[in-house]
């Protein structure tokens, strides 16, 4: 595979490819925009899965190298380009941060991905769709409440934009926006999230901002 530019294989309304879009965003790095519409399976083409086999977005390609996971792709991103670092030198910070991201991209967000709540709809029914998504992130919420309390600053582990930030930021859009979970409950959280809609990198990066997002959405 030739070396050149980063290509990232996205779809708009994805969170993971969210993440990813702020990490490079944050890093100033340049790259071309990979379009993979989930809703008409593109991602289960044979071209795909020569480059994910579990056919799921993002994929990040840089130049030999191929990878996929938000979080495999946001730490070699973190290692390879170490212009405004993902992770803090304290080695406290740094556990916390990756445990928040493991919250997020283990324990909530498969819980809601469209392949899951596909599923719902068929076996159980339509209408358990939102109750199911919500109970699950309502619990996870509660979690990273807890552990980001003693931590946060303007943003969740200080005041400065880390690796906790940018998987929080997608979850807190979808949450709050698209699944209609009471903010009143989780106020840290909701305090980060106005701070994250007020970022130049993560505006950037929203869904509504992306090539591939339809007109007029606002997903």
Not at 104 to 112: C, E, G, R, W, Y
Not at 190 to 195: D, G, K, S
Request: hydrophobic share 40%; with cysteine; glycine share 6%.
């Amino acid at each position: 595979m030739a070396s050149g530019r980063l290509k990232l294989y996205s779809y708009f309304r994805s969170s993971c490819s969210f993440r990813v879009r702020i990490a490079l965003n944050l890093k100033g790095l340049k790259y071309e925009y990979k379009a993979v519409n989930l809703s008409k399976g593109e991602q289960h083409s044979p071209e795909f899965l020569k480059l994910n086999p579990i056919g799921y977005v993002p994929v990040l390609v840089d130049g030999d190298i191929v990878l996929s996971d938000s979080l495999a792709i946001s730490l070699y991103l973190d290692e390879k380009y170490p212009q405004h670092p993902l992770l803090p030198s304290d080695l406290q910070r740094k556990a916390i941060n990756l445990q928040a991201a493991n919250i997020v991209s283990a324990s909530i967000q498969p819980l809601q991905n469209i392949g899951v709540l596909k599923y719902i709809a068929e076996k159980v029914g339509q209408d358990e769709q939102l109750p199911w998504v919500q109970s699950h992130i309502g619990k996870g919420f509660a979690a990273l409440e807890k552990l980001l309390k003693d931590y946060t600053g303007k943003y969740a582990t200080g005041d400065e934009v880390l690796l906790a930030d940018i998987f929080l930021a997608p979850q807190l859009r979808a949450a709050f926006n698209g699944f209609n979970l009471d903010k009143s409950e989780f106020p840290l959280l909701a305090r980060l999230h106005e701070e994250y809609g007020q970022i130049p990198v993560f505006q950037d990066a929203m869904p509504e901002n992306q090539p591939d997002t339809p007109s007029q959405s606002t997903a």
